[in-house]
Every structure is written in C-alpha cells, then in structure tokens.
C-alpha cells in the first residue's frame, strides 16, 4: 500500500470498489491549528468524470503499478481499434471505450503510448499533445479574411470538427492540441 505522501500526477489510483482513478492534481495543505491533509482531483479512467477527494496527510491509499509501452496504431477493427507493440510487433486489440476521444486525432501509423495495469489490462491510451492534420472539409476562404477575425468549422483527415480561422481551406496542415481539441496554428508544408 502507499501513502498521499507518494501522490504523482498522473498516478493511478484504485477506489469505489476497483474502479481506476488518474491523479490530475493535488495540493497538500496544512490549515492554522487543524491537521493537514492532501485535497485531490481524479478522473475516472471508465467514465472521464472529474472528482474531488480530500485525504488526511499520510492516509494509506491503494496505489495501481503502470507499465507504459510505446505502440503503433495500424487499423480500426468495428469499434476496436488494432496496435502493434514497437518492439515484438505483437498486435493488441484496445475496445473504443478504453481508447476515448483520442481516436478523433489519430490516423493509421501514429504512435501512441498504452498504459497497462500490473495485471496487464489497458488502462488508458496517451498520444503527443499536439498533431498534425489536414483539413478535407470546410467553407472557402475570402479575400479580406484574417486570422482574427472570427471561425469556421472544418473536418479533418481524423473525421474530428475543429474550429478554424476563417482564411484556411481545404488541404491546409493544422496543429490541433489533443487535450482540448482546439486548433492551435497553421502548418506551412
């Protein structure tokens, strides 16, 4: 067992009857005369939700062991999606539950990171902050248009809707944050 004195982000916790929960911040506090204690954000790995939790400084808690292995995604499979480990080109089989909204900005051949618990099951799946795609669907660029002055929806190569300036067109690269879903800027070829 470890202790709030071993919180990480990011860490792994085991809570509310084996359900997994990712550490997204944490602040241990020590008010005036009162004992101090650890107040905690965690997300659900199941559901995505947000909860808070407040822990006394030191409580024993049910930490998860993670083992991270870099994979490549080669194909979706009906609702599966299919990887290749990098290493013993053994293939594994992630459900789209697991994979999340991560599948909107990842294209056959992109790496990514799968999180695997100490007893082997996908835990979660982790790709770079920020990618690159092409825009294959949008309404036509004016002459006058600015990157300031407002947006447009556009598709992307992933099937993702993003917001875009308004002087972008089709077959424009576009750096898109994986986090948030937010365009970021465009990528000259």
């Given at each position: 067992m470890a202790s709030t004195n071993d919180f990480r982000i990011g860490s792994v916790l085991r809570m509310d009857g084996g359900e997994l929960y990712r550490i997204e911040e944490y602040e241990h506090r020590t008010p005036g005369n009162l004992r101090a204690f650890v107040q905690a954000k965690l997300r659900s790995l199941r559901t995505g939700n947000l909860k808070e939790m407040r822990y006394r400084s030191g409580e024993e808690v049910d930490m998860v062991r993670m083992e991270k292995k870099p994979f490549q995604f080669l194909y979706k499979d009906g609702e599966d999606f299919v990887f290749m480990d990098n290493a013993t080109y053994e293939q594994i089989t992630v459900p789209?539950?697991?994979?999340?909204?991560?599948?909107?900005y990842i294209r056959e051949s992109d790496s990514a990171d799968i999180l695997f618990s100490e007893d082997g099951e996908v835990i979660s799946l982790e790709v770079p902050a920020a990618?690159?795609?092409?825009?294959i669907e949008t309404d036509p660029g004016m002459k006058g248009d600015t990157a300031t002055g407002g947006t447009k929806p556009a598709k992307l190569e992933t099937?993702?809707?993003?917001n875009v300036p308004l002087f972008l067109n089709e077959g424009d690269q576009v750096k898109v944050d994986t986090r948030t879903g937010q365009y970021m800027e465009r990528v000259k070829k």
């Open positions: 789209m539950l697991k994979v999340g909204d991560i599948s909107k990618v690159i795609l092409k825009i099937g993702a809707m993003v």
